[in-house]
C-alpha cells in the first residue's frame, strides 16, 4: 500500500470549480491516510502545473499520483507522460474524471456534484494504492512479411517491404501474377495497359533479393501471433519444368483437345488445358490445369518440358506479419438480372472489356455486329433491396473509359449510359466531359425505377423513365448492353476465416478506423491493402498498399514489439481447464497447456487485448485482469459507496 | 415512349447548332431565362431533345419561337455548349419541316446551293432586261408586275401551305383539341404580336434592340405598300415620294446597324451569324439602297442613262422575294407571330 500520494484537484477555468467546490474536495482527500500532498490548480493540464507535479514527484519521492480533471480520453496520456517524466512508472498514474462525471452531470446540485466529486477521487486514490508498476511486454518479431496476393496492391507493397528491410514471402494462390490489373488494357489517367503495370512491378519484385514469390500457393494453417507468425503454405505444381522451346508452346496449346471458358476473359473465350493467360504473362511459363487435363499425352509429345510427376508441396514459413491484398470479384449478376443469361446480348462490364480487347476493326458479339450499346449502372451496387448498399467507386470511370475506347477504335458506334448519378469523381471528371463532347447520351433515374431490358422479337430494347427529360420513357435498340458490375469480396474467403480478419457490413475485410486506422486490423500483425478491403482504383490501392506495407514494418522493423502489459493473468494453481474462457476470448489468446500433469489455461501474451471477456465465465475465479485487479476494483467500489 | 436518336444531332449542327452533346443537363439556361416559365420551359428541354433526338417532340414544339434570342442562356452556360443558337438552329429546322418543298432545309443546310441560287436568279433577271433590250420602261412596268406576281404566288404557293403544315404538326398531329370559337377569339394575338413583337420586351437585355426591330419591321412593311400600291417609282405625289424616301433610308440605317452589330460581335445574338443570317439583313440593306437611289436617279432624270442601277435593284428584289421570303429567314415574321396565336389555341385547350 502506497503512503506518499500525490492528488491534484482541477478547476478547469469554471467548468469544474463552478459546480464542485475543489477546496472542500481537497480538504476531504487530504485526510486519507495515504495521501501525501493535495493541490488544486486552475489548469492541471497548463504547462506550468505539469512542471511543479513533475518537481513534487520528484523532489517528495511520491510513489502515486491521481489528477481530478477531466475525462481521461482527454488527458490521461497527458498525465501519464508527467507521471514518466518524473521518474513514476505510469500504471502508478490514476486519471479521475470530475467534470463529465460530477460538475458538467451535476450543474444543477452543487452540493451533491461535490460529494461525488469527493467519492470519485476517493476511489482512484483506491486505486493508485494498490497499483503496481507495469513495463510492457517484450516479443521477439521475424523481420519477415507474408503478403497475399501478387496483384497490383500485393507487389507494390511487397516491393515497398523490401526495400524497406523485410524479407517478403510473397503468395499468389493464381499461377500467374498481376490479378485483376492483367485483365485490363489501356487504363485512364496514364493510358499504360494494365499488362504494362504489371510488368514494371513484376520485374522489380523479382529483382530483389529479398521477395520470394510462390504461385499456386496458399496458406493453409496459421499459429502465433504478431512478431511470430508461423504459415504453412501448399504450393501447386505447374506441370512443367521449363517453358517449352520456341513456337512448341504454341503447339501444345494446339494439340490439347481440352476447352474450358476462360476464367481470365470472364468466359467470352475459351481455353485449353494447357494455358497460359497471354503471350508474355509472368511468370512465363504456362501451366497444366489439372482439373480438366484428361492426361492424353498429346502436349508431352511436343513440348518435352510437360511433367506429370510434379506434386503438391508444404512449405512451413515464419514472419513477423501478415499483409492482405487478395483483391475482389467482379459482381456475378442474377439470372435475368436486366437480362442477363436470358437475353443473347447482355454481358457484363468485365466481359465486354475483354471484347474490346479481342475485337479489332469491328465490334461483333455472337456473330453480330455492334453499334449501340447501353450501359446500366449500378448492377450489384447501391442495391435497394440486396446488401450491396456501397458504391463500388471505381465503375463509372471504367465505363466511360471503355465507351470512349469503343467509340475510337470503332466506327460509327453509339453509347448509351444509363445511369443513378455519375461519379465521375476528381481527376476523372475530365472523361465524362470528352465523353459527353464526343456525344455519348446519359440517361439518368433513381433506383426505384431501374432501366428495363426486354427482347421485341428479334431486337433488344433498353426503357427507361429518363428524370432528365421530365420523366420521359425513352427507349433505345441495344445491339449490346452491358451491365456495370461492381466489386464484391473475394467469394473464397478462406485466408480471412483462417486469419480471423473481421469484415464489415459490406463482409469486405474491415479497418480498425475508417479514418484513423484505415489498413490495420483487430488482428495484431495483419494488415489489409487494395480493394480486399473495399472498392478502390487503381491509385487508392496504391495508396493503401503502401500505407499497409509502412504500418506491417513499422510492427517489426524494431526486432521487437513491445505490447500493452494490461492482460489477462491465469492463476495455474486454481485454474481447472474447462475451456470456458477459450469460448469467450475473441482473439484465441488462450490455449490449453499441461502445467506440472495439469491442464490449465495459458495466456498469449502477444495476442490478448485485455478486453476482459474471459474474467466473468471463469467458474473457479482464476482468471486477474493485470491493472484492474479484484482487490483494486473492489477497492474503488469501497471507496465510491463509501460515507465519510 | 420515344425512340433515341443520336444521329439527330449531326443534322442539327449542319443548322448552325454548336456544341449541343456537351449540356450536362445542369438547367442553368432555363434559369436565367426571362421568357421561360412553367408551361413553356426552355431552352434546357430543346437541348435535351436535340441531344436525344426526339424530333416528332421538336416538331410539335413552338419553344423554339417562343426563345426571342437575348444570348442569356449562353452566356451563363457552363459547358459554352451554345443554347441560344441551338434554339435559333432549331428555328431554322422547323421551317425547313414547314416547307413542303424542301428547299428550305437545302439551303439552309449549304451555302454553295444558296450562292447558286443567287447567281442562277440574277443570270435569269439580266437574261430578262437583253430580252426587253435593256428598255427602261419595259423593265420597271415588268419589275412592278412582278413585286405583284411575287407577294401573291409566294404567299399562296409557298408560305400558306407551310403555315397549314405548321398548324398540323403543333395542333392536330398532338391532338390538341381546339374549339372552333378559340381560333377568332386568339385571332388578335396574332395581329399584335406579328406588328408589334411584343414579347422581346420580356427579355431581359436592352429594349432598343426590339425598337431597332420594330421600326424596321414597320419600315418594311410600308415600303413593301409604298412601292406596290402606291408605285412608288411611278408616283406624282410629293407626300407618296418622300414618304418612300424616309422608309427606304430607315431600312437600310437600321440593317446597316445590324450589320455593323454582327461584324462586331458584341452581343450575345451577334456572335454566331449563320450565312442565312447574313443574307437576310445584306440583303433588306440593298433593297432598301437600291430602291433609295433608282427613286434618286429617276427624280435627277438620269435613270435612262443608268439603267444599270435599276437591274442592281431588280436582281436583289428577285433573290428577296423567291428566295429569302418563302425560304429563308423571311418566315421567321410569319411563324413568330403564328407560334404565339398556336400557343394561346394550346392554352385555351387545356384549361
Known sequence: M?????VYVCHCGGNISDYVDVEKVREEIEKDEGVFLAKTTMFACADSNQKDMVTDIAEKQLDGAVVASCSPKLHLLTFSAVAERAGLNKYNYIHANIREQASWAHSDDKVGATEKAIQIVKAAVAKVKRSNALEPIRVEATNAVAVVGAGVAGLRSAIELAESGSQVYLIEREFFVGGRVAQWDDLFVSNETGKELITRLYDKAMNHKNITLFTGAEIVENSGSVGNISLKVKVSPRHMKLNCDEGNLEKAIEVCPVEVPDKFNFNITTRKAIYHNFPGEYPQLPVID????????ECEKVCKNVDFSQQEEFLNIKVGSVLLATGYDPYEPKND?????????VVTLPQFKRLVHYCDDKLVYKGKEVKNIAYIYCVGSRQVDGENKYCSRYCCTATIHAAI????????????HFNRGIRTYGKQEVLYDESSRMGDIYLQSFEDHPPVVSKVGDKTMVTIKDILTADKTLEVEADLVVLVTGMVPRQDNSIGSLLKVPKGRDNFFNEIHMKLRPVETVIDGVTIAGASQGPKNIMESMNSSLAAATKSFSLIAAGEL????????????????????????????????????KQVAVVNEAVCKGCGMCMPVCPSNAIELIGYTDDQIESMIDALVSTH | MARINPKFTKELQSYGAFDTNACYNCGNCTAVCSLSDEDNSFPRKMVRYSVLGLESEIESSLEPWLCYYCGDCSATCPREAEPGELMMSLRRYLTSKYDWTGLSGMLYKSLTTSIIAFVLLAIGVIWFAAEQNFMPEHLLHYG????????????????LPNLFRMWNMVIRKPKVKVPISAYFKSFSELIVHMFTQKRTLGCDDSQTRWFEHLILVIGYLSLLFTTVFLDWFATDSSFVLILGYVESVIIFSVTFIFMIGRVNKKTQQSKNSHPSDWFFVIWLFLMGLSAFVV??????????TNIWMYLIHLTVLVQWALIIVPFGKWTHFL?????MYFEKLKSLSAS
Open chain 1, 562 to 597: 513491445a505490447l500493452s502489459p494490461t492482460i489477462a493473468k491465469i492463476d495455474a494453481d486454481n485454474c481447472e481447464w474447462c475451456g470456458k474462457c477459450d469460448d469467450a476470448c475473441p482473439f484465441s489468446a488462450l490455449t490449453k497447456t499441461d502445467v506440472n500433469g
Open chain 2, 144 to 159: 412592278h408586275y412582278f413585286e405583284m406576281l411575287a407577294i401573291g404566288g409566294v404567299f399562296l404557293v409557298i408560305l
Open chain 2, 335 to 339: 411563324y413568330r407571330s403564328f407560334a
Open chain 1, 405 to 416: 475506347t469503343a467509340k475510337k477504335k470503332y466506327k460509327e458506334i453509339y453509347n448509351f
Open chain 1, 337 to 345: 438480372e436486366f437480362g442477363y443469361k436470358t437475353i443473347d446480348n
Open chain 2, 295 to 304: 427613286r434618286l436617279f429617276i427624280d435627277l432624270d438620269i435613270l435612262e
Open chain 1, 2 to 6: 502506497k503512503k506518499k500520494i500525490g
Open chain 1, 290 to 297: 489439372m482439373e480438366h487435363c484428361t492426361r492424353c499425352g
